[in-house]
C-alpha cells in the first residue's frame, strides 16, 4: 500500500537533503523485495513500472511544487541521480530496484552493464551480499531472454573472481531455488555454448563449497 504513495512523493526529492535519498531508495529496496511472493494485482504492476522508470532516469524539478507558478519557473531546476548517481550504495541499490521493476530491455542492458562495472569493486561485492542480491539476479536467468541471461551469469561470475567474496556467495547461491534455475536453464536445447561455460564454472565452484 505504501508503494503508490511513495511513488508519487520521489518527486519530492531533489528539494531533500541528499543524505535522505540513501533511507529512501532502501526502504524502496526492501518493499519491493518483500512482494517478490505475493501476488502483484495490474495496479501495483503499473506502479512498479514507473517506479522503476522514475529510478532509471532520475527526478528533474524546474521548482518547488509547493511555491508558486511564478517563483517556480525563477527557481533553478534541481535534480535527483539515483541509478546514474555518483554514490555507489544509491547507485547500486537503483540498479536493483531496476532490476526487479523494468521490463525494458533497453534499461535492463544498462543496469546490468552498472552492476558488472559496480562488481569490479571490492565495495560493490560487499553491497552484493549486503542485500542479498541472488534472488535478484535469478529472475533474469531466463532462455526466453538472451542477452539479458549472459549479462546476469556476467554479474554471477564477478563474484567469484575474489577470495573474499566467494565463500558467502556461494553460501548464498547453496538453496533450492538458485539450484531449480540451473536446472532449467541446463535441460533448454536453446542453450548457447558461452552461457553454458558460464553456467559450469559457477557451479563448479559450488560444488567445492565446504
Not at 540513501?22 to 501495483?44: C, E, N
Not at 559496480?118 to 535478484?136: H, I, M, N, R, S
Request: net charge positive.
Amino acid at each position: 500500500q505504501l508503494l503508490p504513495i511513495i511513488t508519487e512523493q520521489l518527486q519530492w526529492m531533489p528539494f531533500m537533503n541528499p543524505k535522505l535519498h540513501m533511507p529512501v531508495i532502501k526502504f524502496i529496496y526492501w518493499s519491493v523485495r518483500q512482494l517478490d511472493s505475493g501476488i502483484q494485482h495490474a495496479t501495483m504492476t503499473s506502479t512498479m513500472r514507473r517506479l522503476g522508470e522514475n529510478i532509471f532516469k532520475g527526478i528533474v524539478s524546474k521548482g518547488n511544487p509547493q511555491s508558486s507558478s511564478k517563483q517556480s519557473t525563477e527557481s533553478k531546476s534541481k535534480s535527483a541521480a539515483f541509478f546514474k548517481s555518483s554514490c555507489m550504495p544509491l547507485r547500486f541499490l537503483s540498479t536493483l530496484i531496476v532490476l526487479k521493476t523494468v521490463t525494458q530491455v533497453d534499461y535492463l542492458a544498462q543496469a546490468f552493464d552498472s552492476l558488472r562495472i559496480d562488481l569490479k569493486t571490492d565495495e560493490g561485492k560487499a553491497l552484493f551480499l549486503e542485500y542479498q542480491c541472488v534472488p535478484v539476479i535469478l529472475s533474469h536467468l531466463k532462455v526466453s531472454s538472451r542477452g539479458l541471461l549472459s549479462s546476469a551469469l556476467d554479474g554471477l561470475l564477478q563474484m567469484t573472481m575474489e577470495p573474499g567474496s566467494l565463500q558467502p556467495f556461494l553460501e548464498a547461491c547453496s538453496n533450492e531455488s538458485f539450484f531449480h534455475t540451473c536446472s532449467v536453464l541446463l535441460r533448454s536445447s536453446k542453450l548457447d555454448i558461452q552461457i553454458l561455460e558460464k553456467l559450469c564454472v559457477i557451479l563448479q565452484k559450488l560444488s567445492r563449497i565446504k
